[in-house]
Nanobody
Framework: QVQLVESGGGQVQAGGSLRLSCAAS????????MGWFRQAPGKERQFVAG????????NYADSVKGRFTISRDNTKNTVYLQMNSLKPEDTAVYYC???????????????????WGQGTQVTVSS
């Protein structure tokens, strides 16, 4: 059973930055593709960014391209989400997730991810 724990959320003004971290335990981290999702109040959970097992490939939602960067450190079993130029519409609970499927494709659908963290709140004020 993989355990994922997010950290780094908080409140920031528009234009500011935050760095989220997600630490994995009880598994072989290098075998997992990782993703970040977010869910705002009253809205469905949406894909934000994903990264391949090695970290060589990434995928982003159009709404965050050029502002957010996903990365991973397989020696620390941790995936990161650097968020710059934050906007009020980025306000949401952010979740990291692990995809154990064999395919190299970075999934954007939440149903394809096997394990989830508890989430961390990000609030961006105008």
């Amino acid at each position: 059973q993989v355990q994922l724990v997010e950290s780094g959320g908080g409140q920031v003004q528009a234009g500011g930055s935050l760095r989220l971290s997600c630490a994995a335990s009880r598994g072989t981290f290098v075998n997992y593709k990782m993703g970040w999702f977010r869910q705002a109040p009253g809205k469905e959970r949406q894909f934000v960014a994903g990264i391949s097992r090695s970290g060589s490939s990434t995928n982003y939602a159009d709404s965050v391209k050029g502002r957010f960067t996903i990365s991973r450190d397989n020696t620390k079993n941790t995936v990161y989400l650097q968020m710059n130029s934050l906007k009020p519409e980025d306000t949401a609970v952010y979740y990291c997730a692990a995809d154990l499927h064999f395919s190299p494709t970075i999934a954007t659908m939440d149903v394809l991810y096997n394990y989830w963290g508890q989430g961390t709140q990000v609030t961006v004020s105008s």
